[in-house]
């Protein structure tokens, strides 16, 4: 795996994080415990930082980064993700706001400022404009997203079973690999 340093920061990864030996993560980016970064994903903290919850999954081929601070947006915008998060394939996530309990569908794009708050489901190939809050309860799905209807209790229930599906594998793929 590649995890390297930028400019003398180095990526804290938590107790228990499986990280692919195909992923790239440099700078200024932390994960906590029992979270899973899959094959092909980058994840770039370079000009600001980068916070994964626990019992996060960002799946194959992720593209993770920030938005600088400019003269279009002085402080710039950090990427955090919350805890029990799966992120699917290919999604891209770029210097926004996720809260916990959230599935991100393969292939969206959540833009610059954008809050995605707890509980929430984003479907395949959606688009989270920049500055959008998507409220917490709720489907959303298109380009750009559009709220769908409320999320029911069984599929709120889903969150957290996804995120404990992930951290077993993870262990498996954690136990095959050679002591660190």
């Not at 996060?56 to 920030?66: A, K, N, P, R, Y």
């Not at 769908?148 to 079973?161: T, V």
């Not at 995120?163 to 002591?179: I, W």
Request: aromatic share 6%; with cysteine.
């Amino acid at each position: 795996m590649s995890i390297r340093s930028y400019q003398g920061i180095m990526p804290k990864i938590g107790k228990k994080v499986f990280i692919d030996a195909t992923a790239v993560i440099i700078g200024d980016v932390s994960i906590s415990d029992d979270s899973s970064i899959w094959p092909l994903v980058v994840i770039r903290g370079d000009m600001h930082h980068i916070k994964i919850g626990a019992k996060t999954s960002i799946q194959d081929g992720s593209v993770l980064h920030i938005t600088h601070a400019g003269p279009f947006n002085p402080d710039g915008y950090p990427l955090i993700i919350g805890d029990e998060v799966t992120v699917g394939h290919q999604a891209m996530l770029h210097g926004c706001t996720l809260g916990n309990r959230i599935l991100v569908g393969m292939g969206s794009m959540v833009m610059d400022g954008a809050v995605v708050e707890d509980e929430v489901v984003i479907g395949a190939g959606s688009l989270v404009p920049p500055g959008k809050r998507l409220e917490s309860g709720f489907l959303y799905v298109g380009r750009p997203v559009k709220q769908i209807r409320a999320l029911s209790d069984q599929e709120k229930a889903f969150f957290s079973y996804s995120a404990q599906n992930y951290s077993r594998l993870k262990d498996t793929y954690l136990d095959e690999q050679e002591p660190r």
